[in-house]
């Protein structure tokens, strides 16, 4: 994929996990406080940074072969899942924020990402098929 069609999914799934982790920020630090605030905000801002490495990873590492990009995709996400997991149970016991909070708003957020994802991959309009050029007259196939 050429990196100016990476950065329009990118762009997209960045703004609507960031707008959804401002409304959980917003709504957490209302219903529990200050610690919600932090959980909900920690949340976010570790999906919006593991998700935005892992696009710009793949798109890195497909740029020159691009036949590798499911490969790659599995690669890219299942470390992704993996960070995920040791962030969750580095902070299973934390006091600095309120691990619910943080659990649903990480989960909301991923949702979103990939959501958005999705939605960008199944609007764009890529073509998949190369096609020869036109046979000629003459030449026999």
């Not at 299942?78 to 989960?107: C, M, N, P, S, W």
Request: glycine fraction near 8%; hydrophobic fraction near 55%; charge should be positive.
């Amino acid at each position: 994929m050429p990196s100016h069609d990476a950065r329009i999914p990118l762009r997209g799934a960045a703004i609507s996990t960031a707008v959804a982790g401002a409304v959980a920020t917003a709504v957490s630090t209302v219903v529990v406080g200050s610690k919600g605030l932090i959980g909900a905000l920690f949340a976010t801002l570790l999906v919006l940074a593991f998700f935005a490495f892992g696009q710009v990873a793949l798109e890195r590492l497909t740029r020159n072969n691009p036949q590798m990009m499911m490969a790659a995709a599995l690669l890219v996400y299942t470390t992704q899942v993996l960070l995920v997991g040791i962030v969750l149970a580095v902070f299973r016991d934390t006091t600095l924020f309120d691990t619910k909070v943080f659990a649903f708003t990480l989960l909301g957020c991923v949702l979103i990402w990939t959501g958005f994802q999705v939605r960008a991959g199944m609007k764009a309009k890529l073509y998949y098929v190369e096609t020869a050029s036109s046979p000629k007259k003459d030449s026999k196939p």
